[in-house]
Structure formats: structure tokens, C-alpha cells
């Protein structure tokens, strides 16, 4: 059996890592924000701001909104000239130093994030489907973390939210990255783009520290609605999943690789591996509301 993060010490903890501000394009103050998600019952929240010229390159103070059952994680969304469509980059960045340096003007895509990555920080790929960024592009960032796979301010933006499909393509391939979901919420009323999709970090505490950790070493899920309790691996023969009531779960792979169970209300489900080949599963619960939970890419 393959070793599981639903074994490792710590609990989970409930946060958001891609958040904006009127310290940018947001439309709430950072203390609106901080309160919007401390009031819903998360425990952390990333207020991400543009990181550009425009906005006077920002790293949103949020350490003031600490509490005992609440903390933040200082970010920014980098950008840089230029992807191959010729698009500015947004590279989400989370756990940066105050005192990051400003985008030089010649400063590529690569080149940040490693600056970013250099710094300490979680670094993902922002809304890949959002500007229809290309394996090539993804792949020219250098070792990032993860790609965000669904973007809750695309929804109602561009209806492009989904960006699984680029990272399958990548695993596919050998490719290793994490999946996120995020809000990116701005509190637009044009678009519903909080409280939307959110992370389930299992830490030993809740410290910035120790969530950017287990950030970087994938352990954590992604959640609309339903929650993940257990995953069970036992490579070339079958994998179990324990969840909150579900109507499917589907473990999906490389190419046509999938298989699926149904139920009602159902908290269970042994799958087969036996048609998996690798060199990755990973695992999607959904409800009766149309809600989803994402495992992370488990390598075989």
C-alpha cells in the first residue's frame, strides 16, 4: 500500500489561496476579505494581489487579522511578459517575504517564478484554461508546485474555470505537479467568486509555516462541497475511498484510464487498478448537488 497523507500527523485545515484586494483590482478592503472567510469557517486565507506597476508591486499586509482560529499567508499574483500567445503571466505565488523584489521589465515568466520559488513560496500555475496557456508554457516555469484546475472568478468571467485537462495531459506525460482550487474572488457582483472552491491542508498546526509545508509537499485536497476522509492505494490492484455522502466517485488516469462507482448517499467505494498502468490516479467525489472534491496526483 502506498503511504498516505491521511496518515501523517496534524488535522486538516480549511483555506482559500487566491484572493484580491483593493490593494488591487478586489473590491473589498483586506479586512472585509479577512472576515468574509474567517465568518465562513475558514482557517486561512491568501490575499493574492496583483504584483505589478500598476498597483505599486503590493504584498498585502494581513497579519493584523490573525486570531487563535485564523491566520494568513502573505501572496501576490506575479506577472511577467509573456506567454506563447503573448499574454502577461499570473503566477500565483503564496509565502513571499514582504520584501520581494519588484518585476524588472525584462524578467521572463521562468525567471519569477524561480525568484518566487527562491523565496520560500508555494508557486502555481494561475487559471491555465482562463488564457489558454500551452503544456509548452506550463512546462517552461521550471519546477513549480501545482496548476490551479479550477478558478472560481473564471466561471462567470469566462466560463474557462477548468484546467484539469492541461494537468492530466502533463501527468500523462511524467510531468509532477500538485492541483489547486481557488476562488481568485475580487467581490464582484457581476460574478460569484467566493466561498466557491477551497483547500483541505493536513498540518501539525495552524501557522503559516507549518500550512506552506504541506502545501509544498501535496498534502492537502481540493474541495467544492464534498470532503475526503480517506484514500487507500494498493498499486495494480485496487484503491478505497472513504468520503462524505457522494453520489460517484471516479479515479481517472492516463489516457482512457477510469473507472467509477454510484450510490446513494454512498461513504465508500473499492475501485480496481488493475487496468492503470501509471504513472499517476487521482480521485474525484462528487454529490448530488453537482459538488466535487480532487484528490492530488497520486504517483505509482
Not at 141 to 150: F, I, K, M, S, Y
Amino acid at each position: 500500500m502506498l503511504d498516505s497523507v491521511f496518515d501523517k500527523p496534524g488535522r486538516y485545515w480549511k483555506g482559500n489561496l487566491h484572493t484580491h484586494s483593493t490593494e488591487s483590482d478586489g473590491l473589498l478592503a483586506p479586512d472585509d476579505v479577512c472576515r468574509i472567510y474567517r465568518d465562513a469557517g475558514y482557517h486561512f486565507v491568501a490575499i493574492t494581489d496583483h504584483f505589478s506597476e500598476r498597483y505599486g508591486f503590493p504584498i498585502t499586509n494581513t497579519r493584523p487579522y490573525w486570531d487563535d482560529n485564523f491566520v494568513t499567508l502573505l501572496g501576490a499574483e506575479l506577472h511577467a511578459d509573456a506567454t506563447e500567445l503573448g499574454d502577461t503571466w499570473h503566477i500565483l505565488a503564496v509565502g513571499l517575504p514582504v520584501n520581494f523584489q519588484p518585476t524588472p521589465p525584462t524578467e521572463n515568466g521562468a525567471a519569477l517564478a524561480g525568484r518566487a520559488l527562491e523565496a520560500g513560496a508555494y508557486v502555481a500555475v494561475a487559471h491555465p484554461y482562463w488564457y489558454n496557456l500551452s503544456e509548452y508554457d506550463i512546462c517552461s516555469l521550471g519546477p513549480v508546485h501545482a496548476v490551479e484546475t479550477w478558478n472560481g472568478t473564471a466561471v462567470d468571467d469566462s466560463d474557462r474555470a477548468d484546467g484539469w485537462y492541461i494537468l492530466d495531459n502533463l501527468l500523462a506525460r511524467g510531468s509532477r505537479y500538485f492541483a489547486c482550487t481557488t476562488d481568485d474572488a475580487h467581490f464582484d457582483p457581476k460574478r460569484s467568486d467566493a466561498l466557491r472552491a477551497w483547500a483541505w491542508v493536513k498540518a501539525e498546526a495552524l501557522t503559516p509555516e507549518s500550512i506552506l509545508i504541506s502545501l509544498k509537499a501535496g498534502d492537502y485536497y481540493s474541495s467544492s462541497g464534498p470532503m475526503i476522509h480517506d484514500i487507500r492505494v494498493f498499486p495494480s490492484e485496487k484503491i478505497v475511498v472513504r468520503c462524505s455522502p457522494a453520489s460517484r466517485v471516479f479515479v481517472t488516469g492516463r489516457g482512457a484510464n477510469f473507472i467509477s462507482a454510484y450510490g446513494v448517499n454512498m461513504t465508500e467505494a473499492e475501485l480496481s487498478l488493475r487496468r492503470f498502468t501509471g504513472p499517476y490516479c487521482r480521485v474525484t467525489v462528487r454529490d448530488e448537488q453537482g459538488r466535487k472534491a480532487w484528490s492530488n496526483p497520486i504517483w505509482f
